[in-house]
């Protein structure tokens, strides 16, 4: 949001005022991976389909995460969909990358899930959500494309690679549906109703 109030590219902001080499380091491993491209202002999209793009740093506990996100959003239905998630993990030592490179990847899906449909609910005495219909998760034909990147140091000692990148991942979908709207939406999952009440708004 900052980088935006300053019409500057949300990567570069970043990068000219981060001086972690750590954090600096998941940051254009992840944008390079994305081939990321500067948009200091939001890009204008066309027809029913809003294409939206969004970049983060988040971690969980200890270790460094970054993410990318390409999102459509149909503005006639409400409908996102998240269509390539890019996640960059600075775990220090990473014994066994390809098992972090799976975990990554899980967080990436996860992230979209969370973001896209998941949602407790409640009425005045109890849960509501008791299955997967009234609590859906992402189905695997709605599971976006995954790009994970391990970001190796050898000389530092193993922290987490458990949930570092879900922070990251959700705040990059939240990002990429500013991009394509130029609406912050503030409550997920961001629902068929809630985005369509968000844009009419």
């Not at 294409?51 to 409400?78: C, K, M, P, Q, W």
């Amino acid at each position: 949001e900052l980088a935006h109030l300053a019409g500057i590219d949300p990567y570069e902001f970043r990068e000219r005022n981060i001086a972690d080499d750590r954090w600096l380091g998941v940051l254009k491993a992840v944008a390079q991976a994305a081939r990321w491209t500067p948009r200091p202002k939001r890009l204008a999209s066309e027809g029913t389909v809003l294409r939206g793009r969004g970049i983060a740093l988040g971690t969980h506990n200890f270790s460094y995460a970054a993410a990318v996100a390409d999102i459509e959003i149909n503005h006639g239905t409400g409908s996102v969909v998240a269509k390539h998630l890019y996640g960059a993990l600075d775990a220090g030592q990473t014994v066994n990358p390809a098992a972090v490179e799976n975990q990554i990847s899980g967080m990436l899906v996860q992230a979209a899930s969370r973001m896209l449909k998941e949602e407790v609910t409640f009425n005045g005495t109890n849960v509501t959500s008791l299955d997967w219909n009234s609590y859906p998760i992402l189905r695997f034909d709605e599971c976006p494309e995954v790009t994970p990147i391990v970001v190796q140091h050898l000389d530092q000692p193993s922290s987490g690679a458990g949930e570092e990148v879900l922070g990251p991942a959700g705040a990059a979908i939240a990002n990429a549906f500013f991009d394509a709207t130029g609406v912050r939406l503030r409550k997920y999952p961001l629902t068929p109703a809630r985005v369509l009440s968000a844009l009419r708004a």
